[in-house]
C-alpha cells in the first residue's frame, strides 16, 4: 500500500494548528451539526447486525473528477483547524478535524457527534478546509462527505491542541504516544491476506464520537464496519498519553463463512537493517517503522523474530493457544540508528495488542512482501484464529492496543539487534545483540547458548560481551549449503532457565 510519503506529508501540512493559522487570515466556517436522534451503544450493533443479515451494498462513491485528482491536487485542500468541533469551547478538552474527500479516498463516512444520549451527524462543508489557488474547480453534489477524523488534545502545553489519533481510508487507523510520530497502522479487521484470490479490505463506514466531559482524559469513538463478507460493531477507548491505549470491543457478523480472518492487524513498513544492509545503496544505516514481531506465547515464552525484507513473499505462522499478547515494535530508538534528519525512524512507536480474554487456537501470522521502497507498507502482523468464523454467527472478542516507546512485554533479555553477513573467509555470520541486565553473570561462560538450525551446518556459537551495551553478544557461522531457507532458533539459558528471549530467525538465500 502506497501511503508513507503521501500520509506524512498531508499529516505534516495538515497537522499544526500554527501552519493552518498562517495561511488564513480569518475564519470561514466551523463544523455545523445537524438534527440529533438517539444514540446508545447497542444501536451500532444493531445496524451491523442488519447490515449482516441483507446482501452486501457497495458504498455510494463520490465523482470520479474528485477520485481523478492528483496526488499535489489532494496536498492543496487541507482542514482549517480554527474550524474545528469544540474549537470555542475552552472547557471541551478535545478538538475533532476532518480529511477532505477524494483520490486514495473515493468513499465518503458518515460522522456523528454523541452528547446526552443524542447523535448529532456532521454536515459536509467545503469550506472548513484551506485551499491554494491550485486546488481545481470541483463539483459539489449530494455523494460528498469527509473521508476521515483526527483527534487533538493537549498533550504538552496548555493551549496547543496536538494530534494522537488519525481514522481514515478502509478500516486503518494510526496513533502516536506524546513525542512520538506516526508510523505504522491498525486495522479495524483483515480479511484473505497474501491469498491467491485477493484480499478483501472491510470499511469503517461512520462513526460516533463522544463528547468527553471536562477534565477528562478518554476518548470514546464507536465505529461500524462492513464489507462483502461481513458487518461489525466497535467501540474504542483512547487514553492519550506516552504510551497511548486504545481499549477495543468488536463484534463481528459474517454474512458467510470466513476462514481467513486476521483479528488486530497491524500493517507497518521494513526495507532494511544490518541484516540486509549489503542489499542498499543508501546513506542511512537502516530504514523501518518497526525492526521486531514480538510474542508473548500462551505458554509464557517470550519470541522475538526480527523483520525481514525478502526477495519473495513469505508468511510465517506461530502456532499458538490463549496468546498473551503481541506486536510489532520499534527498538532502535537512537538518531545514529537511521540518521535521518526528516523521516525521524527513531521516534515512531511500537504497538503491543494484549487479548482481553482466551483467543483459543490459532496462530500470530506475520507476512512480509518484498519492496524496494520505503513508501510502501510491507509487514502485517495478526492473530488468525485456527477455526473459521460461520456465517450468520456473532463474534465478540476485546483486545487494547498501546502505542508508544516501550517494547519490553516480555521475560528474559531483550535482543537489541541482529548483523548477518558473510564471514571473513567462508560462510555466513549471525551475530546477536542481547541488553545487560542483573542476571548476567561476570563469567559468560557459565551461559548455556542453544542455537538449532532446521538444515544446514551451523557452528556451536561464542558469546562475548558488547562494550557499547554492556550485555551478551552471540555470534555463529552457518553453512547453507544447498539449503533455499533456513529456520534458526537461538536463546540464553542459566541455571536449567531462560535467561533471553527466543530468538528467531527465515534466513532465504
Known sequence: MLRREFLSSIIT??????????????????????????????????LARLRASKAYQPRVAIPEVWQNISYDDYRSVWFNTQNALWEDEAETPLRLDVFAPGLYFPHPIDLNVVENGQAYPLKFDLDVFDKTDKFPDLPIDDTLGYSGLRLRAELEKPGIYQEFAVFQGASYFRAIGTDNIYGL?????????????GEEFPDFVAFWLEKPQPGTTNQVLHALLDSPSCSGAYRFVIQHGQP????????????????????????????????????FSDFRPAVHDSDG????????????????????????????????????MQRARRFGDFADLQAHYHRRPSVWVEPGEGWGRGAVTLVEIPTE??????????????????????????????????????????????????????????????????????????????????????????????????????????????????????????????LSETWLYRWTA
Not at 455545523?32 to 451503544?41: I, T
Not at 456465517?391 to 535482543?415: I, K, M, P
Open 13 to 46: 501540512l495538515m497537522a499544526s494548528p500554527a501552519i493552518a493559522q498562517d495561511l488564513t487570515s480569518a475564519k470561514k466556517s466551523a463544523l455545523q451539526l445537524g438534527e440529533p436522534s438517539g444514540f446508545d451503544p447497542e444501536l451500532v450493533r444493531n
Open 185 to 197: 497502522s491498525a486495522r479495524g479487521l483483515a480479511v484473505d491476506i497474501a491469498e491467491p484470490t
Open 244 to 279: 497511548l491505549k486504545m481499549d477495543i470491543e468488536a463484534t463481528i457478523y459474517p454474512r458467510e463463512e470466513m476462514n481467513h480472518v486476521g483479528i488486530a492487524p497491524l500493517t507497518s513498513m521494513f526495507q532494511f537493517d544490518e541484516t540486509n544492509r549489503d542489499r
Open 293 to 328: 514481531l514480538l510474542i508473548r506465547n500462551g505458554g509464557g515464552e517470550t519470541l522475538w523474530r526480527p523483520l525481514a525484507n525478502p526477495r519473495d513473499l513469505q508468511i510465517s505462522a506461530f502456532l499458538d493457544n490463549d496468546p498473551k499478547g503481541f506486536g510489532l
Open 373 to 498: 521502497r520505503e513508501i510502501y507498507d510491507n509487514i502485517v502482523a495478526y492473530w488468525r484464529p485456527s477455526e473459521p468464523l460461520a456465517a450468520g454467527g456473532e463474534h465478540q472478542l476485546t483486545y487494547s492496543l498501546t502505542w508508544g516507546d516501550d517494547d519490553n512485554y516480555g521475560d528474559g533479555l531483550r535482543v537489541l539487534n541482529t548483523r548477518i553477513g558473510k564471514a571473513f573467509e567462508d560462510g555466513i555470520i549471525i551475530a546477536i545483540d542481547f541488553e545487560n541486565g542483573p542476571n548476567v553473570p561476570t563469567d559468560l561462560d557459565l551461559i548455556d547458548k542453544q542455537i538449532r538450525a532446521s538444515n544446514g551446518e551451523v557452528s556451536k556459537g561464542i558469546l562475548q560481551r558488547n562494550p557499547e551495551t554492556g550485555g551478551p553478544r552471540l555470534a555463529f557461522k552457518f553453512h547453507p549449503g544447498d539449503a533455499g531457507l533456513i529456520e534458526f532458533r537461538a536463546e540464553l539459558r542459566l541455571g536449567g532457565k531462560p
